[in-house]
């Protein structure tokens, strides 16, 4: 049951789900179990075709080790960009970092990366796609295709390679920090960080990478006052926490409202870890930003969650930053249209 709740001193009404103050979902952090292993599992049933589909869709995606480099992706969407102009359309960033992944086993290496790339490159563009036609049937390669476009696909567009996505401090806004995923944290218990501390200066605009609908918006005691936003596709769950104290969000916001890519949806801060709303904790003030892929149900929400490392995508997204202007009425942060 929800509980609406009217925080008086704070301006804004908010509606928890019951379990947030109670569990681990959407925490800064998750079970350290599901951090092990990259698995792709295969259907092995058939199904006749008159057959009543599945209640659940299930992915057999269960685990994503984004290890894409900041120098692949910006190799790959260019490239893209050539094919597009080449004609040919159904190679895309996306299916030259799974070739690229499949040659490095997904441990990307700046050298023989480019080497590969370049190396196909060529030989698309003399007509020549062996190389990565004899990939079609290939389990791992679909494995890397799917698990890159279900990243990559809200923020660089599959037609026509365009990034569509926005870095989550706005244009002018401050902001440092470093590949902290995996790292070890341990308020309430102990666990992995799942996601990229972006720090910055209290009430920077925070803009929503890619636009989707507030799915969760308010207080958690991992994350402070946090916001929730689910892509129109479903397969991405954007998390944003530790927003400022006494004002996290801008007025306008609430629940079920949808967003697009670059408009403003709350202001950086240091709240979080304490069941109390609206404390700060200790440490430096910072955005807490966390990607999710969700291929089926039962990805939403416990074990079977999938978290991505940003990091990389944050720094491609440092070329692409929302500008915000005060509005004279209301003093507040707001996308610039
Ligand atoms: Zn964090």
């Given at each position: ?68 480099s900041l120098e692949m992706l910006k190799k790959t969407n260019r490239a893209h960009k050539t094919l597009i102009e080449k004609g040919i359309t159904d190679i895309g ?5 799974a070739f690229v992944a499949l040659r490095n086993g997904n441990k990307f290496n700046a050298k023989a990366d480019t080497k590969n790339l370049d190396k196909l490159m ?216």
């Amino acid at each position: 049951m929800c509980v609406m709740l009217l925080l008086g001193g704070f301006g804004f009404e908010f509606t928890p789900r019951h379990h947030d103050l109670n569990t681990e979902r959407n925490s800064e952090y998750q079970d350290s179990a599901k951090q092990s292993k990259p698995t792709s599992t295969e259907t092995t049933e058939e199904k006749p075709a008159d057959q009543e589909p599945e209640e659940e869709k299930r992915s057999t995606i269960r685990w994503i080790d984004f290890n894409a480099s900041l120098e692949m992706l910006k190799k790959t969407n260019r490239a893209h960009k050539t094919l597009i102009e080449k004609g040919i359309t159904d190679i895309g960033t996306c299916e030259l970092l799974a070739f690229v992944a499949l040659r490095n086993g997904n441990k990307f290496n700046a050298k023989a990366d480019t080497k590969n790339l370049d190396k196909l490159m060529a030989e698309l563009k003399k007509g020549d796609r062996t190389n990565i036609d004899k990939y079609a049937d290939n389990k791992y390669f679909n494995y890397y295709v799917e698990s890159f476009h279900a990243v990559l696909d809200g923020i660089i567009c599959k037609d026509t390679a365009a990034v569509t996505g926005f870095h989550p401090v706005a244009k002018g806004f401050w902001h440092t920090g470093h590949d902290d995923f995996g790292n070890s944290r341990s308020y309430g218990f102990k666990r992995k960080h799942l996601g990229h501390d972006l720090y910055g200066g209290v009430g920077a605009p925070i803009v929503a990478v890619e636009g989707g609908t507030i799915t969760e918006l308010g207080w958690n005691r991992y994350g402070g006052w946090r916001v929730g936003i689910r892509s129109e596709d479903t397969k991405r769950y954007y998390y944003y926490a530790h927003l400022k104290k006494d004002k996290p969000f801008p007025a306008h916001l609430e629940l079920g409202q949808k967003v697009t890519a670059g408009d403003v949806i709350g202001f950086l801060g240091n709240t979080g870890y304490s069941t109390k709303p609206n404390k700060n904790m200790s440490g430096r003030p910072h955005l807490h930003f966390g990607m999710q892929i969700i291929l089926d149900p039962s990805q939403e929400d416990g074990n079977g969650e999938i978290w991505i490392d940003v990091y990389a995508i944050c720094r491609f997204l440092s070329g692409h930053k929302s500008t915000v202007v005060k509005d004279p009425e209301t003093n507040e942060w707001e996308r610039k249209i």
